[in-house]
C-alpha cells in the first residue's frame, strides 16, 4: 500500500464519507465544533494567514432569516439541520498577520497592504480551510452537507459585514434516511494527473 | 473526546504535519500519487465539478522552466524537491459534467454556460480539491510544500494552455534537515467562530 494513513480512517474522512442531504435530530454540540476546529486550524495557509470565519446558526430566527437567501432546493435540509455554519473569509486577515506569521512581521506590508490581493488570498486561502473543516467534521463522525446555492451579497448582508465574503453554507449532523444520492463517477487519474 | 479519528490519524494529517522547506533525496513515485489521487478524489465539490489537474514535473528541464517563473526565495526547495505539482483548474470542467453529475445531466447548460461563472466556480471547487490533495500527500507519509509564490501567467503559458489557471505549486517528499520553522500561533476559537 503506497497510503500510511489507515484503512479507518480513508474510509471515515474520504472513501465512505458523503454529502448528507438529510440528518437525524442528534444535537451537534459547540464542544465537537471546537474539537474541530482545534484540529483543522493546523491546516497549512500562505504566511499562515488564516482567513476562514465560521457562524455557526443555532438560533430558529437565524436559521429562517439564512434560507431566505438560499436556493430553493437547499432550505428544506438547512431548516432540519441539527446545526449549520456559514463559512466566510476575513479580507482584512493582515492585521493579524504579525501575530501570525512572527518569524517576518513585514510580511502584512510587503504584500498585503492592496484590499484586491488581500481578497484573491483570502478567497484562496479560505477555501484550504473550508476544505479542511469539511475534513474536520468528518473526522468527527458527522456528515458535512457544504452548499454553494445562495445569495452571497443577501447572506452577507444579513450576518456578516462589509470586510467578510461568504464562501459556503455547510450543514452538519448525523446522517439521516436516504441521506445521499448514489455515489457520482470520479475522473480516472490519466484524466487529471500528467507529467512533464 | 469530540473526535471520532484515531489520534495517529490526526497527528499525520494535521497536529505534526508541517509544510516542507527542505526534503530528502528519497523519490516520490507515481504509485504514490495514485494512490494519493485514489483517496483525495472523493472529496466533495460542488456537482461533483471537480475541476482540479495535476502536472507533475518530473524532468530536470521542466523543473529549471517551472523556477523561472517562481519567487527567489522558493527556487531553491523546488530545484531539490524529490517531486514538484502544479495544481491548476479546468475552467471548461463543464464539459464533464454530464458525466460527472449523471442524475442532473443539465447541470452543465442551466448553470455553467458562462465563462466567468465557471471560473469563479473552479477557483473555490479547485481551491477545495487542492486542500484534499494536501490532506492525500500527507496520508502517504510524505510532506507537502504548497507554494503561491510565483507569476501565473508565465506559470500557465510555460506548462499550461488558456483554459487551464494555475493555483498553486507543492513541492512533494520526506522532509529533510531544519525542514521548517517553529510553528506559527493559530487563531483562538473564539476568534474565529460567532454563533447566531
Do not use: C
Not at 497549512?44 to 439564512?66: G, K, M
Not at 446545526?83 to 492585521?95: G, Q, R, W
Request: hydrophobic letters at 40%; aromatic letters at 8%.
Amino acid at each position: 500500500m503506497s497510503l500510511v494513513l489507515d484503512p479507518a480512517a480513508q474510509d471515515l474522512l474520504f472513501r465512505e464519507a458523503r454529502t448528507a442531504n438529510t440528518f437525524t435530530d442528534e444535537p451537534v454540540t459547540d464542544e465537537q465544533i471546537q474539537a474541530v476546529y482545534d484540529l483543522v486550524k493546523y491546516g497549512p495557509t500562505a504566511f499562515n494567514q488564516s482567513p476562514l470565519r465560521v457562524t455557526l446558526v443555532r438560533s430558529q430566527e437565524a436559521r429562517e432569516r439564512l434560507v431566505q437567501h438560499m436556493a430553493e432546493g437547499n432550505r428544506p435540509k438547512t431548516l432540519t439541520a441539527p446545526l449549520v455554519a456559514i463559512l466566510s473569509v476575513d479580507n482584512e486577515f493582515h492585521e493579524e498577520l504579525p501575530e501570525l506569521f512572527p518569524h517576518a512581521p513585514g510580511v502584512k506590508d510587503a504584500f498585503f497592504s492592496e484590499r484586491t490581493v488581500r481578497e484573491q488570498a483570502a478567497g484562496l486561502n479560505g477555501a484550504l480551510q473550508a476544505a479542511y473543516f469539511i475534513v474536520g467534521i468528518r473526522a468527527a463522525g458527522l456528515a458535512a452537507g457544504p452548499m454553494t446555492g445562495f445569495d452571497p451579497a443577501g447572506v452577507q448582508k444579513e450576518f456578516l459585514d462589509g470586510d467578510h465574503t461568504p464562501l459556503m453554507v455547510v450543514n452538519i449532523g448525523k446522517p439521516g434516511p436516504d441521506a445521499w444520492f448514489p455515489r457520482s463517477p470520479r475522473l480516472a487519474y490519466d484524466d487529471v494527473v500528467t507529467t512533464v
